[in-house]
């Protein structure tokens, strides 16, 4: 595509570039870089051709100046509506049109680039709307004097925490909370592997994903995929949890509902409360779930 654009440009100016001079590209009145036209040059054709590797990793250091994430609306610890926030990014097709007709024009040239509004995905109208009508809730409980394991299931449930799950979407446990890392905070901790304890970095993590089954499963989703430990665990009841591994299991649902479903989660002490809220409007069939025990056996309360 970029060879027979700058063909059709480069025919159409029929003209030599001065390839000394510059390309001052600009954002918001401020200087992103300043480039050459002598770099662009697709040797040895001389200057009527744009090397086009060199001006996609140009619009890649642009688009990394000017990227701008979108946030969500979230709640915070208080129950308050958080307003969402815009992101932004480079609109790359404009920029490079742009950088095309400036490359084969005359004199020092200054692009103030094209952005493209990022939306978030959650805004304030949507939660308002969904964080009215409590449809499901399941708590379970750990040992708080485990430091490694609390951590791990205090950050996993901040990952789940405030996220929208919407009509006909299937949620992916291992894609929301994202690969548990040392980077990221989590610790070694105990683990079960075929069928015995190990020890390895966010062990604890699956009494999360097993609280959180329990929830939704009570809210009547549809289960799609869920795997139990290869030995009993004692945070739920017998088949009621919910195994996960980065590089294995996953626990996935899909919200079957005609609304959204919002996921608050929630550690408090040594008890884990993750709660299914929704819109005034839902219609859901409850299932009747064994809650879970309230006191952990002395010989695996670190698991």
């Given at each position: 595509?970029?060879?027979?654009?700058?063909?059709?440009?480069?025919?159409?100016?029929?003209?030599?570039?001065?390839?000394?001079?510059?390309?001052?590209?600009?954002?918001?009145?401020?200087?992103?870089?300043?480039?050459?036209?002598?770099?662009?040059?697709?040797?040895?054709?001389?200057?009527?051709?744009?090397?086009?590797?060199?001006?996609?990793?140009?619009?890649?250091?642009?688009?990394?100046?000017?990227?701008?994430?979108?946030?969500?609306?979230?709640?915070?610890?208080?129950?308050?509506?958080?307003?969402?926030?815009?992101?932004?990014?480079?609109?790359?097709?404009?920029?490079?049109?742009?950088?095309?007709?400036?490359?084969?024009?005359?004199?020092?040239?200054?692009?103030?680039?094209?952005?493209?509004?990022?939306?978030?995905?959650?805004?304030?109208?949507?939660?308002?709307?969904?964080?009215?009508?409590?449809?499901?809730?399941?708590?379970?409980?750990?040992?708080?004097?485990?430091?490694?394991?609390?951590?791990?299931?205090?950050?996993?449930?901040?990952?789940?925490?405030?996220?929208?799950?919407?009509?006909?979407?299937?949620?992916?446990?291992?894609?929301?909370?994202?690969?548990?890392?040392?980077?990221?905070?989590?610790?070694?901790?105990?683990?079960?592997?075929?069928?015995?304890?190990?020890?390895?970095?966010?062990?604890?993590?699956?009494?999360?994903?097993?609280?959180?089954?329990?929830?939704?499963?009570?809210?009547?989703?549809?289960?799609?995929?869920?795997?139990?430990?290869?030995?009993?665990?004692?945070?739920?009841?017998?088949?009621?949890?919910?195994?996960?591994?980065?590089?294995?299991?996953?626990?996935?649902?899909?919200?079957?509902?005609?609304?959204?479903?919002l996921i608050?989660?929630?550690?408090?002490?040594g008890r884990?409360?993750?709660?299914?809220?929704?819109?005034?409007?839902?219609e859901t069939?409850?299932?009747?779930?064994?809650?879970?025990?309230?006191?952990?056996?002395?010989?695996?309360?670190?698991?």
């Amino acid at each position: 595509m970029y060879f027979f654009l700058s063909i059709f440009l480069s025919l159409q100016f029929m003209q030599p570039v001065n390839l000394s001079e510059k390309i001052l590209i600009t954002h918001e009145g401020e200087e992103i870089k300043t480039v050459n036209r002598s770099d662009f040059q697709l040797h040895p054709i001389a200057n009527y051709l744009i090397d086009k590797q060199k001006l996609i990793e140009l619009t890649e250091y642009v688009n990394s100046k000017v990227y701008k994430a979108p946030i969500d609306a979230y709640l915070n610890e208080q129950n308050q509506l958080i307003s969402e926030e815009k992101g932004s990014k480079l609109n790359q097709e404009k920029f490079k049109m742009k950088f095309y007709q400036s490359f084969f024009s005359n004199g020092s040239v200054t692009i103030n680039i094209p952005i493209q509004t990022l939306y978030p995905r959650v805004d304030s109208e949507l939660l308002s709307s969904i964080k009215t009508k409590q449809i499901s809730y399941y708590i379970t409980y750990f040992n708080s004097r485990n430091k490694q394991r609390s951590q791990n299931i205090q950050l996993a449930s901040e990952a789940i925490n405030n996220h929208v799950v919407f009509p006909g979407e299937i949620f992916s446990f291992n894609s929301v909370v994202g690969n548990r890392t040392v980077e990221k905070g989590y610790l070694p901790a105990p683990i079960i592997v075929k069928g015995e304890l190990s020890e390895g970095v966010g062990g604890g993590i699956c009494q999360v994903s097993s609280t959180l089954f329990n929830a939704v499963d009570r809210a009547g989703v549809k289960i799609i995929e869920r795997y139990s430990h290869s030995r009993q665990v004692p945070y739920v009841p017998p088949n009621r949890d919910a195994t996960v591994s980065w590089y294995g299991p996953d626990f996935t649902f899909k919200n079957q509902h005609n609304q959204p479903l919002l996921i608050r989660s929630k550690v408090i002490g040594g008890r884990l409360v993750i709660t299914i809220f929704s819109s005034d409007v839902i219609e859901t069939t409850k299932k009747n779930i064994p809650s879970a025990p309230q006191k952990l056996p002395k010989e695996v309360v670190d698991m």
